[in-house]
């Protein structure tokens, strides 16, 4: 208990909450502080813990914002690519070309993961969608329409995870 008490005083000293972003989320996301969190569970497996940052730790769709997957199991980056434009393509988003474009794409940026391997998806102020790997930028995606829909994956109210969108946004 005296161990917990003296980081937490440390911490305190130095300014440092764990509720702040990383560097390079800040570098992107001015001000970012985490709105939510919380874990995704399929059936008895748990895939990963989600954290979503934003300016001031208030969460706006037209502004920049970073999401955070700690992985919890090995999952194959082209796995992660093929269910990311599978969920897409579940919320109605139809233009075939544009989901193979994007599909090879991911395929080229997702690396295979591990426990506790993290990824972020930053979503930009000029719309541009940058992806990290630990604090290694792992690619980008420059166009806007991609990012609201890469996103909404999470964070839209057509997603296939209610329950982690509401601790995502801060509403439960």
């Not at 080229?108 to 290694?136: A, C, H, M, R, W």
């Not at 329409?145 to 890469?150: I, S």
Request: charged residues 25%.
């Amino acid at each position: 208990m005296r161990n917990i008490v003296r980081i937490a005083c440390l911490y305190a000293l130095i300014g440092i909450t764990p509720a702040n972003a990383s560097e390079y989320i800040s570098q992107y996301v001015p001000e970012a502080e985490k709105v939510g969190a919380g874990r995704l569970s399929v059936m008895i497996w748990d895939v990963y813990d989600a954290a979503l940052y934003a300016p001031q730790g208030q969460f706006n769709e037209n502004k920049p914002f970073a999401l955070e997957l700690t992985y919890l199991r090995h999952i194959p980056g082209e796995k992660i690519a093929d269910k990311s434009v599978e969920e897409i393509r579940d919320q109605g988003f139809l233009d075939e070309v544009k989901l193979a474009d994007w599909h090879a794409q991911l395929k080229n940026i997702f690396p295979d993961v591990e426990e506790q391997t993290s990824l972020t998806g930053i979503y930009t102020k000029s719309g541009e969608t940058v992806f990290f790997n630990g604090d290694q930028e792992i690619g980008r995606i420059n166009t806007a329409e991609f990012g609201k829909h890469f996103f909404n994956i999470w964070l839209g109210k057509q997603t296939s995870a209610p329950a982690l969108r509401a601790k995502l946004l801060g509403e439960s």
